[in-house]
RNA sequence: GGAGGGGUGCUAGAGUGGACGAAUAGGCCGGUCUUGAAAACCGGAGUCCUGGCAACGGGACCGUGGGUUCGAAUCCCACCCCCUCCGCCA
């Protein structure tokens, strides 16, 4: 209903600020089903108030012991005049919200026009790319020949887009994990989460995967829940349908999950190493704000991400996404890129966007002012997340920045309290290749 | 998976098919009293849709969805969730 009353107040504003972005929506229909729902409700509610009304009669009659036979016959058939409306409004709403649901965000004023990833612009850069004094191998060469990534024999238990990691391949991606956690934990004062890794449509409906993404998620076949693509939609949707203490904003979370996707459609993308897998763990950052924090927000949640990376001294960049390139959900997003020596360039290693109240529209989550007048509404809150990292992909970069002449690969520093003080990765050799 | 018991407001917890948007208590907010507080007393409070500049109206909401009925928190059906016991299990 939020969004249905949200779009009925804002319906010509909210078309042309969408431009492009608006293409695929039916706006025509809409609007007809809009003034549709905004006809018959008000009837409905007026023979509803008969209705109550006549059965009071009744009540009041057969009280008295009066006969009440002829105001009962009025009552029924009215009833089923009140049933019939009551189809048409539910038939009405579900259209509407089946439409609704695939309006994508406003982009925020600050975002950069644009129509592809090309026309991101950079806003800054951390680190140097000097090249290395050998030739750099990608990450799957150095992974396989330490014996830590194995490709094949996931692909032998599960397919194509699996990795196996295991020895201090497997405890590196471990250490990172904790490493993040603790940093985001201890340093930046998130709460950790470990929520379930799957749920069902309505909390993907709740952040935006569904109605429009489902062909992007794995569900499963006997009940009703999906896999989670990131951590985004199991901690957004912890206060689903909840109305916050303004007290308690902002509410800040670091969360640890795996992420599950299908990547339809990008076959043949990134289909050697570990940067398109259909798992792969990562730690988000979720916050709940206030609408006038929001903006603020974003730039320290994406310092939040920036500092693990300058941390692993890894040299990355910082773009923010065009209008073009943003995605559905999102108001306004940095993607921080880490440098990858072994291709010579930037990949996204974390993706951090304030959604404004797009989702807390959605999945109805609010907040009272706590000094406001007697009357005052709720207000939706803002929320905001970003990857604070992506630990597969930091893996890649590790292996690729660090790796050394002779075939290993170097612990960054901060890492090796998590090791067990272990400072290089060499070939353990105890597993046949 | 089997058997039984439950889901009511911020919380606990009542609720014979009609006076129930819902008793009562606690908590919360405002006030009186007090140097201040506590206690006591008085008062106030839900969410959503909708009409109206407003005052103030109308409607919906007792886990969810259907059904019976003039009328459902209350009766019937299905589903979901929680608790207890049994089975299975990390």
Partial sequence: ???????????????????????????????????????????????????????????????????????????????????????TVRVAEERLSELALRIPNLPHATVPAGRTPEDNPELRRWGTTDPLSFPAKPHWEI?????????????????????????????????????????????????????????????????????????????????????????????????????????????????????????????????????????????????FTKPEQSADELERLTGHAEAVLQALKLPYRVVALCTGDLGFAAAKTYDLEVWLPAQGVYREISSCSNFEAFQARRASIRFKRAGGKKDAKTEFVHTLNGSGLAVGRTVVAILENYQQVDGSVVVPEVLRPYMGGIGRIVDEGKIKK
């Avoid at 003034?35 to 009837?43: F, I, L, N, T, Y």
């Avoid at 603790?182 to 069902?200: A, C, I, K, S």
């Avoid at 349908?241 to 007290?247: C, K, M, N, S, V």
């Fill in 143 to 287: 992974g396989e020949a330490l014996r830590i990534l194995d490709f094949e024999r996931a692909a032998k238990i599960a397919g194509a887009r699996f990795a196996v990691m295991s020895g201090l391949g497997a405890q590196l991606e471990r250490a990172l994990v904790n490493f993040m956690l603790d940093l985001h934990g201890t340093q930046h004062g998130y709460r950790e989460v470990l929520p379930p890794f799957m749920v069902n449509a309505g909390a993907m409906t709740g952040t935006g995967q569904l109605p429009k993404f489902e062909e992007d998620l794995f569900v499963l076949r006997d009940d009703p829940y999906y896999l989670i693509p990131t951590a985004e939609v199991p901690v957004t949707n912890l206060h689903r349908e909840e109305i916050l203490d303004e007290a308690m904003l902002p509410i800040r979370y670091a969360s640890y999950t795996a992420c599950f996707r299908r990547e339809a459609g990008s076959y043949g993308k990134d289909t050697r190493g570990l940067i398109r897998q259909h798992q792969f763990n990562k730690v988000e950052l979720v916050t």
């Fill in 1 to 87: 209903m939020y969004e249905l009353k949200h779009l009925r107040q804002n319906f010509d504003q909210i078309r042309e600020q969408l431009g492009p972005r608006g293409a695929d929506v039916p706006w025509d229909d809409l609007r007809k089903v809009i003034a549709e729902r905004q006809e018959v409700s008000p009837k409905l509610d007026g023979l509803r108030h008969e209705l109550k009304k006549g059965s009071e009669q009744v009540a009041r009659l057969k009280r008295d012991k009066q006969p009440a036979d002829q105001v009962v016959a009025e009552m029924k058939a009215l009833g089923d005049r009140i049933k019939e409306l009551e189809e």
